[in-house]
């Protein structure tokens, strides 16, 4: 069933018990839009003044034991300090709630949405009188607070447990070998690395997995950000959500040349870092690894878009394009730092 139909069934089956089920009615509720890559419905609601989101999930791969791991979690770095946006019980006073229909479980779940927006939302603007470091550093340090934390960190059971990095769709293997057969060489080789890292306790651990700036609120008054949007957490390295974070800051300046691109990023890095090692350590053998990892969420991109070979689109052709050609050159940054990237067409071929 495509999502459009999904979400059809939802609105007309689901959505009204799911409201009433966290204190609400459908009515009330505000749909926020769909996005590339988008794994669950997602609505926003008040309740006693206080601004929710309401979360419903539809896909297999969001069990209710994944689900309630993922809570799990969340609550434990609540409780270690890390401002998160923290799930709120339902009228029957249960954090998951299961609402079958049509064959299909749609789970709902109520988080506390966090204070403020995200940055995106406000035109990459950060707070006015204070320096946009301060933002690259406090993104860095709750990072780090999420790292160190995780370390001591103990499931639910061996059952309610968040997967880790192998039990991933992507690496299930390359779907398109024999379209891209230099591309699957560079897949395999790849996932070959990466299990060839250690899985020691200070660079290994269960970690947010998608941390970016999508993906938390910026409190404009002082700064602080809460964090959302746990739902693909899993067992790790820190330095992928590092590399996600690097990422994270290359639309800042994706439209200038190579000598301000590459200025602004160590800049960013420099502060990011900074932050982060307030709260968590990492060698240098490991930092040194960012290379590594950026490799991997290149090819995370182009595995989800190669859906998208045969479509007749210039702009997503282009965007394919250029992925194929950093992954079978081996051009490292995203090709970022290359001559292979126009910021008059940034990420395209």
Sequence with gaps: MERAEITQLCERRVLGAAARLFGTSQEALGKFDDYEGCANLVYHYESDGQPRILRLSYRPDRSVELIRAELHFVEYLAAGGVRVSQPTPSVNGNLVEVIPTAGMNFIAVSFIKGRGMRVPDNGYRYREGAPITEFFQN?????????RLAKTYQPLSDTIKRPAWHQWEYCSGFSNGERLP???QKYDQLIADLHALPEDEDSYGLIHNDFNDGNFTVDYDNGDITIFDFDDCCYFW????IACAWEGGIGRVMYRQLDDRKAFMDLYMEHLLAGYTRENTLSEAWLARLPLFLRLVQMQELMH?????????EEIQAGLRYKIHCIEN?????GFFDRVYSPERPFEL
Excluded: K, S
């Excluded at 993104?139 to 790292?147: E, K």
């Excluded at 820190?238 to 959500?241: E, F, L, S, V």
């Excluded at 081996?330 to 995203?334: G, R, S």
């Design 238 to 241: 820190c330095m992928y959500d």
């Design 182 to 184: 230099l591309v699957q």
């Design 305 to 313: 878009y190669a859906q998208y070979l045969d479509e007749p689109d």
């Design 330 to 334: 081996d051009i490292p940054y995203l």
């Design 139 to 147: 993104w860095g340090q709750v990072l780090g607070q999420m790292h």
